[in-house]
Nanobody, 128 residues
Framework: EVHLVESGGGLVQTGGSLRLSCAAS????????ILWFRQAPGLEREGISC????????HYANSVKGRFTISSDNAKNTVYLQMNNLKPEDTAVYYC?????????????????????WGHGTQVTVSW
């Protein structure tokens, strides 16, 4: 059984940094991508980053590109999301998820998959 646990959320001021962790267990060859999503109150869930544990490729949403970095420590079965230069609009519940692939290009844009497995989320709040 796939089990994903997020940690590292909290309250930070604008311009600050946080590092989220996603500890994964039970992954099989059918789950070779770890994704990060976020959902703010009243807004749709947004895919923001993904890393392929197969080839190490990474993908980012335009909203976080250049500020967030995804990485993995395969020995610890943990994926990290380093978030720098945080803004109030980054306030959301952040979820990690797992699926076979990260996504695909569609009409010139990269579209993240709708993953099969989800963690319970961790709250990130960025104050002014």
């Amino acid at each position: 059984e796939v089990h994903l646990v997020e940690s590292g959320g909290g309250l930070v001021q604008t311009g600050g940094s946080l590092r989220l962790s996603c500890a994964a267990s039970g992954l099989t060859s059918d789950e070779q991508a770890i994704l990060w999503f976020r959902q703010a109150p009243g807004l749709e869930r947004e895919g923001i980053s993904c890393i392929s544990t197969f080839d190490g490729s990474t993908h980012y949403a335009n909203s976080v590109k250049g500020r967030f970095t995804i990485s993995s420590d395969n020995a610890k079965n943990t994926v990290y999301l380093q978030m720098n230069n945080l803004k109030p609009e980054d306030t959301a519940v952040y979820y990690c998820a797992a699926d076979l692939i990260c996504g695909t290009y569609y009409g010139g844009d990269y579209v993240f998959v709708d993953p099969d497995y989800w963690g319970h989320g961790t709250q990130v709040t960025v104050s002014w």
